[in-house]
């Protein structure tokens, strides 16, 4: 009885919460109509500046950074740009366009009123910032077990040290060790970064203000820069074998000798992986994002098409799913991050391996020993 | 799609980020964590087997006193056991060592006393014989006083050594 108390104040908070919310999305719809897909990509993608909560014309400022189409080097605040306005330094204009294919990447505005992608764009977007952001929160989380074992040796550490010092250890024993043996320590170092770092960005990307928000991994640069530094170790570090399975495998010889079928095969296999990698991740990440905007937008959409009261009881509705989406998500961030984890181990595992033929001859000069 | 196609310049910074963080956690973090939680999970080990094998030393320790005590028990009751029987032994000696000395005695006495008999009767027979050969030296001076009883008794003498050849 108590309970049901508490969920029909609850119920009636957030009704009487998403009220407000109504009438600012009636506002922006006088501006230019409610358009839940625009403000889906908004979200989802990269921007200048950072949104802050409650405002759609304020940003905070970040700086941007671009080369011109002569080679000059331009940097201003991305204040300037906000709301696609042309900002003018000296003979060079710079603009956000609205629409078109350069649509929400920063453009020269030519002197004939073209609009110009710039040579390279290093600008600080929101998601470099988040990602320098998530850079200090894995360091601010790993560096103090670190201290801890120098300063404490063999004792055990306690609370949130001792909380990320065993997921540490739950991914060097539990995945790392087994599957690498004698090379863990050699490829551990890697594999811990790409893991703490993935799961420090993935829940960074789920706090909806400003510290978080940017939806990290859910951006395929991101991830297509990690599954290719995933290649490039399981390739330069690879033994012979994996070459061999490659180039000349154990089977048939009308596989592969007049047409090399096996190796296409093999060849495609490998540059598969990290696609594979960068999708999974990606995909998943950001249909989680995509989720949870979509069903707080469930709210004004039903207030758009059946007006405020089924908004206000759409918003019971949708909040409590959304928080149920975050909540999944949280899960999903640690499994993706361990599945990219345990995934490049067993590539780089595989790569490592060594063929019968050489454990053969290493037993063989052992004996001699 | 804006969503699908990679930016270059968040590939830039995505890399360099990484690089940073990476670096910086090789540098100080993985190597003391990674020593630490191996040379940990070695002590714990260690220190699983030192307890194994101190509860087993203690264990055989307090076996081997048992053990100590039950011979010690078995030795004192044999030594006991031993003392006795010397102790009966020695008794059974000397009555037997006195019982002999004095049959020794005995005989010794019996001995001398044997002696003494064979001597009295060695000494009565030598006066006897004495005494008869004097009775019959007599005897024989008187019969041999006639020629004829000498013709006689050279005959039968004559006689005696015949029948002997």
Same mark, same amino acid.
């Given at each position: 009885?108590?309970?049901?108390?508490?969920?029909?104040?609850?119920?009636?908070?957030?009704?009487?919460?998403? #009220?407000? /919310?109504?009438?600012?999305?009636?506002?922006?719809?006088?501006?230019?109509?409610? $358009?839940?897909?625009?403000?889906?990509?908004?979200?989802?993608?990269?921007?200048?500046?950072?949104?802050?909560?409650?405002?759609?014309?304020?940003? @905070?400022?970040?700086?941007?950074?671009?080369?011109?189409?002569?080679?000059?080097?331009?940097?201003?605040?991305?204040?300037?740009?906000? %709301?696609?306005?042309?900002?003018?330094?000296?003979?060079?204009?710079?603009?956000?366009?609205?629409?078109?294919? $350069?649509?929400?990447?920063?453009?020269? #505005?030519?002197?004939?009123?073209?609009?110009?992608?710039?040579?390279?764009?290093?600008?600080?977007?929101? %998601?470099?910032?988040?990602?320098?952001?998530?850079?200090?929160?894995?360091?601010?989380?790993?560096?103090?077990?670190?201290?801890?074992?120098?300063?404490?040796?063999?004792?055990?550490?306690?609370?949130?040290?001792?909380?990320?010092?065993?997921?540490?250890?739950? @991914?060097?024993?539990?995945?790392?060790?087994?599957?690498?043996?004698?090379?863990?320590?050699?490829?551990?170092?890697?594999?811990?970064?790409?893991?703490?770092?993935?799961?420090?960005? $993935?829940?960074?990307?789920?706090?909806?203000?400003?510290?978080?928000?940017?939806?990290?991994?859910?951006?395929?640069?991101?991830?297509?820069?990690?599954?290719?530094?995933?290649? *490039?170790?399981? %390739?330069?570090?690879?033994?012979?074998?994996?070459?061999?399975?490659?180039?000349?495998?154990?089977?048939?010889?009308?596989?592969?000798?007049?047409?090399?079928?096996?190796?296409?095969?093999? #060849?495609?296999?490998?540059?598969?992986?990290?696609? +594979?990698?960068?999708?999974?991740?990606?995909? %998943?990440?950001?249909?989680?994002?995509?989720?949870?905007?979509?069903?707080?937008?469930?709210?004004?959409?039903?207030?758009?098409?059946?007006?405020?009261?089924? !908004?206000?009881?759409? +918003?019971?509705?949708?909040? *409590?799913?959304? @928080?149920?989406?975050?909540?999944?998500?949280?899960?999903?961030?640690?499994?993706?991050?361990?599945?990219?984890?345990?995934?490049?181990?067993?590539?780089?595992?595989?790569?490592?391996?060594?063929?019968?033929?050489?454990?053969?001859?290493?037993?063989?000069?052992?004996?001699? @020993? | 799609?804006?969503?699908?196609?990679?930016?270059?310049?968040?590939? *830039?910074?995505?890399?360099?980020?990484? /690089?940073?963080?990476?670096?910086? #956690?090789?540098?100080?973090?993985?190597?003391?964590?990674?020593?630490?939680?191996?040379? =940990? !999970?070695?002590?714990?080990?260690?220190?699983?087997?030192?307890?194994?094998? !101190?509860?087993?030393?203690?264990?055989?320790?307090?076996?081997?006193?048992?053990?100590?005590?039950?011979?010690?028990?078995? =030795?004192?009751?044999?030594?006991? =056991?031993? /003392?006795?029987?010397?102790?009966?032994?020695?008794?059974?000696?000397?009555?037997?060592? !006195?019982?002999?000395?004095?049959?020794?005695?005995?005989?010794?006495?019996?001995?001398?006393?044997? &002696?003494?008999?064979?001597?009295?009767?060695?000494?009565?027979?030598?006066?006897?014989?004495?005494?008869?050969?004097?009775?019959?030296?007599?005897?024989?001076?008187?019969?041999?006083?006639?020629? &004829?009883?000498?013709?006689?008794?050279?005959?039968?003498?004559?006689?005696?050594?015949?029948?002997?050849?």
């Amino acid at each position: 009885m108590k309970n049901l108390k508490l969920i029909l104040a609850l119920a009636l908070m957030l009704v009487s919460l998403s #009220l407000p /919310a109504r009438a600012a999305a009636s506002a922006s719809e006088g501006e230019g109509g409610f $358009n839940p897909k625009e403000i889906i990509f908004e979200h989802l993608g990269d921007g200048y500046g950072w949104e802050v909560p409650f405002d759609h014309h304020h940003r @905070i400022p970040l700086p941007v950074m671009v080369w011109a189409q002569d080679g000059s080097f331009h940097c201003f605040s991305s204040s300037r740009i906000n %709301n696609h306005v042309v900002y003018r330094d000296g003979d060079y204009a710079w603009q956000v366009p609205a629409e078109g294919d $350069n649509k929400g990447k920063v453009c020269q #505005l030519m002197p004939d009123g073209k609009l110009v992608k710039p040579k390279f764009d290093m600008s600080i977007t929101k %998601n470099v910032c988040a990602l320098w952001i998530a850079v200090l929160v894995t360091l601010a989380v790993c560096l103090p077990v670190a201290r801890w074992h120098k300063k404490h040796g063999f004792k055990a550490p306690r609370g949130f040290v001792g909380a990320i010092e065993s997921l540490i250890e739950f @991914i060097y024993k539990g995945v790392i060790k087994p599957t690498l043996g004698e090379d863990s320590r050699k490829f551990a170092p890697y594999l811990l970064t790409v893991f703490m770092f993935i799961f420090m960005m $993935n829940l960074l990307g789920l706090i909806v203000v400003f510290p978080g928000g940017a939806n990290l991994t859910g951006n395929i640069a991101v991830t297509l820069v990690l599954s290719l530094i995933t290649f *490039f170790c399981t %390739n330069l570090f690879a033994r012979k074998h994996y070459w061999k399975e490659i180039f000349w495998p154990d089977v048939p010889m009308f596989l592969k000798c007049p047409i090399p079928i096996m190796q296409v095969i093999e #060849l495609f296999g490998a540059l598969t992986k990290p696609a +594979s990698l960068t999708v999974r991740l990606f995909a %998943n990440m950001m249909g989680g994002h995509m989720i949870v905007i979509v069903l707080t937008l469930i709210i004004f959409i039903m207030g758009d098409v059946a007006g405020t009261a089924v !908004a206000g009881a759409t +918003s019971v509705i949708s909040v *409590f799913f959304s @928080i149920f989406m975050l909540l999944l998500d949280v899960l999903v961030s640690f499994i993706q991050a361990f599945v990219f984890t345990m995934l490049s181990t067993t590539f780089i595992g595989m790569a490592r391996e060594k063929g019968h033929d050489e454990v053969h001859g290493e037993a063989h000069s052992l004996e001699k @020993i | 799609m804006e969503l699908f196609t990679p930016d270059f310049g968040l590939i *830039f910074w995505m890399f360099l980020a990484f /690089a940073v963080l990476f670096l910086l #956690l090789w540098k100080f973090a993985w190597p003391a964590i990674m020593k630490g939680v191996d040379s =940990r !999970a070695e002590l714990i080990d260690k220190g699983v087997l030192y307890a194994r094998e !101190a509860k087993e030393q203690l264990d055989s320790a307090k076996q081997q006193a048992e053990q100590f005590e039950a011979e010690a028990r078995t =030795r004192q009751a044999e030594i006991l =056991r031993e /003392a006795d029987k010397m102790k009966s032994q020695i008794i059974d000696q000397a009555r037997s060592e !006195a019982a002999q000395e004095a049959k020794k005695e005995m005989e010794a006495a019996k001995a001398a006393i044997e &002696q003494a008999r064979k001597e009295a009767q060695q000494s009565f027979r030598d006066e006897v014989s004495a005494a008869a050969l004097e009775i019959a030296t007599q005897v024989v001076r008187g019969q041999l006083a006639n020629p &004829q009883a000498q013709q006689k008794l050279v005959d039968n003498i004559l006689d005696q050594i015949e029948t002997a050849n």
